[in-house]
């Protein structure tokens, strides 16, 4: 199975400042099918970006996706309060589909 | 807007097999993919399995067979079953709708494993 690493484990960041979060494959992901979710406490997750760039519907265009291949990245170029949670990496491209273990946002 | 929603037993013995339902509002359940992802407390995400509405299946080889999904079209429901449950199945069960990613979530449904 295709294992995802995220980084860092936690991001300590001030409201206004820019986030990047990191998510590397053991393998290559196909067809570029690697989705990022942000769940916040006793909420399901929430799906933020599919096919590692797509906004999901009403996403707000702070959170941008990026990467192909084994490394990819979420960036959220300007923190509100209400982003401070913790974020998932997935892929579909190869059953079984997996998920990273999470990089908590959380604030400075 | 597609509404779902578990139910089942949050309390099942070591041994024994734990038992959920999803139902699906608001849309339906024909021409989906349908899958339950778990979360053990303090976790992350682990994918289950998935069904698609004419009953194909697809599941997690890490459950070592002990996993069966099915379909009820004319309820709009999809169910789980996990045999031979321990102290490690003790998670969230969502039940979700798929497309590859995992658009439309339940809230999620706590089952503990205890005698």
């Known amino acids: 199975e295709i294992v995802l690493t995220q980084s860092p484990g936690t991001l300590s960041l001030s409201p206004g400042e820019r986030g990047t979060l990191s998510c590397r494959a053991s393998?290559?992901?196909?067809?570029?099918?690697l989705a990022w979710y942000q769940q916040k406490p006793g909420q399901a997750p929430r799906l933020l970006i599919y096919?590692?760039?797509s906004r999901a519907t009403g996403i707000p265009d702070r959170f941008s996706g990026s990467g192909s291949g084994t490394d990819f990245t979420l960036t959220i170029s300007r923190l509100e309060p209400e982003d401070f949670a913790v974020y998932y990496c997935?892929?579909?491209?190869?059953?079984?589909?997996?998920f990273g273990q999470g990089t908590k946002v959380e604030i400075k | 807007q597609v509404q779902l929603q578990e139910s089942g037993p949050g309390l099942v013995k070591p041994s024994e097999t734990l038992s959920l339902t999803c139902t699906v509002s608001g849309g339906s359940i024909s021409n989906y993919y349908w899958s339950w992802i778990r979360q053990p407390p303090g976790k992350g995400l682990e994918w289950v399995g998935s069904v698609y509405s004419s009953g194909t299946t697809n599941y997690n080889p890490s459950l070592k067979g002990r996993v069966t999904m099915s379909v009820d079209t004319s309820k709009n429901q999809f169910s789980l079953r996990l045999s031979s449950v321990t102290a490690a199945d003790t998670a969230v069960y969502h039940c979700?709708?798929?497309?590859?990613?995992?658009?439309?979530w339940g809230q999620g449904s706590l089952v503990t494993v205890s005698s």
């Open positions: 997935q892929q579909y491209g190869t059953s079984p589909w997996t």
């Open positions: 393998q290559s992901v196909s067809g570029n099918y």
């Open positions: 979700v709708r798929s497309s590859g990613y995992f658009l439309y």
């Open positions: 096919g590692a760039s």
